[in-house]
């Protein structure tokens, strides 16, 4: 495996194996930055982005700082330099962590190939670390490695699910306005309590909202605004729009945000997450069949009954297996229609353990035959996957009719929900008859 | 299976089958209600309980309202009504839903068997639903057939982790100062946004808090506000609390609840509370072993090293396994160190599938044998149970070495996680070889 650099560096192109979907994504950035002259009005700023992560997680009940909590074995926050990696017009990541998790974030960056990230040492609150990283970006500090941005985005490390588009709309927007920032509608109302503990009063709900990230901000205005801000609100505050109100006089434009921006607080929000990864990753599957004839029948069909149950589904007999892993498909069904020597499977397996695709996702293959008389486990091929990896041989499965599939979207709901691979295989019997 | 009753009829007792638990949430309630007299100084007040649950739940982005969604085949609002019920102290539940759902609601009570429940058709707004079930408890009111409690509960019908003790402390509170609700800490920082959606000012976070549930009033004041107030408060208020102190001028106790009250808004929330649940009932769990001499030697061992793992481990060699499922302990594992006769597996598997053991959480039985060559699967045993059960028999189970515990703890970590099973089973290399 190729080690991805640590804080500081800046290649300018993604891992050699990860390129495919990497490339994907940089067209369709690279038209989405085009929207800036079209839409705003204005050409394309230099755009950085700051990720205060010097939390200690004490809400999260855990001893690990929750940035650092696994999900499906990885750290959140590398979900979330990934979802901003993705973009490519950010052109520098800086992250503040604390000196006592500043190797483990190192060990992260390189285990997870993450690029254009630089560390910085966190403060002993959110705004201090947040300054920390302005500075790390500054012209006038002393040496400063990097670029003065004109826009830059701050972000938290524990919101994962961020998307290209909302970043465009705060990045936009602080360029037009000078701050921006991302709001949802109030969940809970929102009271006041007097200082014997009962109601003082209660606010309109619907008049108020709560400020989420990511924000965006002229690189001078919210600098500007840490540097004269007071010891009270950076030990204090915890509101960047705020800072550049007060010190830098900009009303900051507010952009509605999705669902998806939620901060993970508690233990149930890891939970949360780790659905939400699993069941984004499941949506995209690979069918590889072991001939071309049957790619041709059986696999078309079953690519038109599938295809309303599944957002990507890909049938093949083999030739473009080594494209379809660059793309990062992460769900593979093998049918072995007419054979059972699985040698497809075989294949398929070799060609993943060859490549770092599960280095970011877990890796499913199920294996489906219609000879096998005997279930067969490939476990001793799978010694180099840490990840989950199930390899199910299934005897009975011949010509598509509308039993095979509901069958067959029985196997497929095990990458939506792992809790099915028991249902599947203790109640196999449309095969086993 | 016995039916249990819809809305309006108030058995005393609960179900036949399920009276081990109840009777000992019953006692343990019976001492919480005495607290009630030693601590607010005041004796134990008629409490009732009122649920809205008209919502459409458009939030969560799917066409089932939220509070009908399932969390493990079961309607989210199964789970809240049950919280309600393990409370013996709260006499009546309420619960207000819209005409068309009137029979979904009928059959989740029936099917769960739930008690003391009584249902009212819900307004168009939640306070028009709330005090629907406001006026069924209310004595001035034609055809009441409920009596009117001193104490009255409002919870959200998607709130399902209340607990016994905070409920307890809104009823102490409002017994005392007439109105009273659970408040949390704020998550994110609460903004006023001016007309053109730009900053205006934002809230100093520390000085607030969300408003959650459950809230409980004395039944007078809540009645007499909800009569009282406008139009325009029923149409397009959110808050009971508000109510109360505009119209009664009482100023609503502040009680601190746990994270545990937060509600089901989007589907993320769905996956957390299915984690949770899982997380739950995983936490309990019984080693069956196949010889009283087992028991004593290798199941003490077993138990020894498991419990600094689980809330709660029990080894039996069966004579109390009809106690231990009366208990409502779901999960099981089937130690044959003896025997590969599987007598004991297939007794417990009886005495389950006699039971209604399974109707309100999954059962889950892992079957571990010495002897067996191959892997054996019970699933025709297993027709009855529509919930998750998975029979896994491996050999090579012998002496409790560290190597050996491990392998159970995985075993175990499947309760936690079902992704467990699949490494389970293509991982199990310590037992085939």
Do not use: A, E, Q
């Given at each position: 495996m190729e080690s991805g650099p640590s804080g500081g560096s800046r290649p300018a192109e993604p891992g050699p194996r990860l390129r495919g979907l990497r490339g994907a994504d940089a067209a369709a950035s690279a038209s989405s930055l085009s929207r800036f002259g079209a839409e705003a009005g204005c050409r394309a700023p230099a755009v950085a982005a700051v990720l205060p992560a010097g939390g200690s997680g004490e809400r999260m009940g855990v001893p690990t700082p929750k940035q650092f909590c696994p999900i499906l074995e990885r750290p959140l926050i590398s979900y979330t330099l990934q979802a901003l990696e993705r973009?490519?017009?950010?052109?520098d990541i800086i992250v503040a962590v604390t000196g006592e998790n500043m190797e483990t974030m190192k060990g992260i960056i390189q285990r997870y190939q993450h690029k254009r990230i630089s560390l910085v040492e966190a403060g002993v609150t959110r705004h201090r670390s947040i300054f920390n990283g302005l500075k790390a970006l500054a012209e006038d500090q002393p040496n400063c490695r990097l670029s003065k941005p004109e826009v830059v985005i701050i972000h938290d490390a524990v919101r994962p699910f961020v998307e290209e588009d909302v970043l465009l709309n705060v990045v936009t927007a602080a360029q037009e306005h000078g701050a921006s920032g991302a709001i949802r509608p109030l969940v809970s109302t929102v009271i006041s309590p007097s200082v014997?503990?009962?109601?003082d009063h209660s606010l309109e709900r619907a008049r108020y909202r709560a400020s989420e990230m990511p924000q965006a901000f002229l690189f001078d205005v919210i600098y500007e605004a840490y540097q004269q801000c007071s010891d009270y609100d950076l030990e204090f505050g915890t509101e960047c729009l705020h800072l550049a109100l007060k010190y830098s006089h900009i009303k900051a434009k507010l952009v509605e945000g999705s669902p998806?921006?939620?901060?993970?607080?508690?233990k149930r929000d890891l939970y949360a997450a780790e659905s939400i990864i699993k069941e984004r990753i499941s949506q995209q599957v690979c069918v590889v069949m072991d001939t071309k004839e049957d790619e041709e029948h059986v696999g078309r069909c079953l690519e038109e009954m599938l295809k309303t149950e599944l957002n990507h589904i890909k049938v093949t007999s083999g030739q473009d297996l080594q494209q379809i892993i660059v793309e990062q498909c992460y769900n593979f069904v093998c049918m072995n229609v007419m054979t059972s020597d699985f040698e497809e499977t075989q294949r398929l397996l070799n060609m993943l353990e060859e490549s770092n695709l599960s280095i970011l996702y877990p890796v499913v293959v199920i294996s489906v035959s219609q000879d096998a008389v005997n279930v067969v486990w490939?476990?001793?091929?799978?010694?180099?996957?840490?990840q989950l990896v199930v390899i199910h041989t299934v005897k009975g499965f011949n010509i598509v009719n509308e039993t095979e599939v509901d069958v067959f979207l029985g196997f497929l709901s095990f990458l939506c929900d792992p809790v099915n691979v028991g249902n599947l295989i203790s109640g196999s019997s449309p095969f086993s008859n």
């Open positions: 973009v490519s017009w950010i052109k014997d503990s009962c109601l998806d921006l939620w901060k993970v607080t508690y490939y476990s001793h091929l799978l010694k180099n996957f840490p």
